[in-house]
């Protein structure tokens, strides 16, 4: 779907050796991406904390506070785009 809604918000014509890129009219929806960063940036953080091998009530503490923050960041992020 996101690759779908992509396609249809741009045209791309071949002008001899080059491309032309234009706006189709079609929105791209950015809710797509929102959600992908919503699962994927939180648990990047996850896994960064872990590959520290820190003590585990180290590791638990932060991977709460830096999973949540960062899934709020990119909450927040969306309505203020």
């Known amino acids: ?3 779908n809604s992509w396609v249809a918000a741009f ?6 050796g080059d491309y032309a890129v ?9 809710a797509y991406r929102y959600v992908d ?3 994927t ?3 990047l953080l996850i896994e960064l ?15 709460t506070k830096l999973g ?8 927040l992020g969306y309505p203020g785009e």
Do not use: C, H, Y
């Not at 045209?11 to 001899?16: C, D, K, W």
């Not at 706006?23 to 950015?30: A, L, Q, Y």
């Not at 949540?68 to 909450?75: G, H, K, R």
């Open 68 to 75: 949540l923050a960062s899934a709020v960041m990119v909450a």
């Open 1 to 3: 779907r996101i690759f």
């Open 22 to 30: 234009s706006v189709s009219g079609t929105p791209f929806n950015d």
């Open 11 to 16: 045209e791309v014509q071949q002008a001899g």
């Open 49 to 63: 904390i872990l590959v520290m091998k820190l003590p585990a009530g180290e590791t638990a503490s932060m991977g």
């Open 37 to 39: 960063w919503l699962l």
């Open 41 to 43: 940036v939180p648990l």
